[in-house]
């Protein structure tokens, strides 16, 4: 089960709640789902856990309609599918959104609609939607902690980030950043973006091992590691490297198999599944038990960040069984789980 490590919903963001229309309290509600980028599994499987999690509630006597807007758009392009969701009256909006800042006018219209707004994966700005997610910068953090210890606390590093500009890319490396800036023994020599591809994070990763030869450990976000710890194990390097890791089957199994000396953070694909559950709730008229003011827009209610290394990184594999290669470790607020947040 997930633990709610925060909650915090701003006062303006709990007024934008309040305004939702009457039919509110019908058992009929309309989610709109806005994925601005197509570029991975992981966005893939995250739509069909919200989907899934929709259906769910039929069980309750719910019915949740999802309409799912999923496409590599621009921040534009994005913003019009909020403004196609307003123009088809759906009762909520959730969206993995690729800026933190363009959204704003966008989810007043929204709020003005009566319709609640919350993001997932990325933190807003904006004070008339809520975030439903991980804490960012503290999976980057908490990533960077354990290669600094996996060092001993002294090395040279590199990272291999994700798409530049985009939020939560940019709140992991800060993460990181904070971190090895802790520690003086922790040199970071280089510092790449390979958007979040596999293909992209082994060229990248072959590209600094070409350059830098004697490097002693690699902090990659997850969509990438697999690449490059693909990388490491063609220059012959998997003893002499420690390098965070990934979240995919395919790439656990290889992790135990060979006894990788690796650590991941989890971003769970079940985020957006968890913001459905939360939407519903509101939908259905229910007050979170705790007025909150957590994240850097003080509009987040962050998600507990699961971690694999060696202590359980068998486990986690058993507990994947037979899903497909792709398929990533995941977890989500379930219906009971989101319900005890509330009053």
């Known amino acids: 089960m997930l633990r709610i490590t925060s909650i915090a919903i701003s006062a303006a963001a709990a007024l934008a709640f309040a305004l939702l229309p009457a039919g509110a309290q019908d058992k009929s509600y309309t989610i709109g789902l806005s994925n601005g980028w197509v570029g991975s599994e992981w966005r893939t499987q995250m739509i069909e856990e919200a989907e899934a999690a929709a259906a769910a509630w039929a069980e309750r006597g719910i019915e949740v309609e999802v309409v799912a807007q999923s496409a590599n758009v621009d921040v534009p392009g994005q913003i019009a599918h909020v403004r196609n969701f307003i123009s088809q009256g759906v009762d909520a909006i959730i969206i993995n959104p690729n800026s933190p800042t363009a959204f704003d006018p966008v989810f007043k219209q929204a709020r003005e609609a009566g319709i609640l707004v919350i993001s997932t994966d990325a933190e807003v700005s904006s004070k008339d939607a809520l975030y439903v997610g991980i804490d960012q910068k503290a999976w980057g953090a908490r990533a960077a902690e354990w290669l600094v210890e996996a060092l001993g606390g002294k090395g040279q590093v590199v990272a291999i980030n994700g798409v530049a500009g985009h939020p939560a890319n940019e709140m992991r490396a800060d993460g990181y950043r ?166």
């Not at 922790?186 to 091992?209: F, H, K, P, R, S």
């Not at 902090?219 to 995919?248: F, H, L, N, P, Y």
């Not at 990788?260 to 968890?274: F, H, I, K, R, Y």
């Not at 990184?313 to 994947?320: D, I, L, T, Y």
């Open 178 to 343: 904070e971190v090895f800036a802790k520690h003086p023994g922790i040199e970071v020599v280089n510092e790449v973006n390979a958007n979040w591809d596999q293909a992209q994070g082994q060229q990248a990763m072959q590209n600094l091992l070409a350059t830098y030869p004697d490097i002693d450990g690699v902090i990659v976000q997850d969509g990438m590691a697999a690449g490059a710890w693909t990388s490491i194990r063609d220059a012959g390097k998997t003893g002499d490297i420690a390098a965070t890791g990934e979240i995919r089957k395919d790439f656990i199994d290889i992790w135990t198999a060979e006894n990788l000396n690796s650590g991941a953070s989890v971003n769970p694909p079940g985020v957006m599944a968890s913001a459905l559950n939360v939407a519903v709730l509101m939908l259905e008229g229910r007050e979170l038990k705790e007025p909150a003011d957590d994240g850097v827009y003080g509009n987040a209610l962050y998600l507990d960040i699961p971690f694999i290394d060696s202590s359980n990184v068998k486990e986690v594999a058993g507990e994947m069984g037979d899903k497909p290669g792709h398929h990533s470790h995941s977890s989500q607020l379930s219906i009971e789980d989101a319900e005890a947040l509330f009053k």
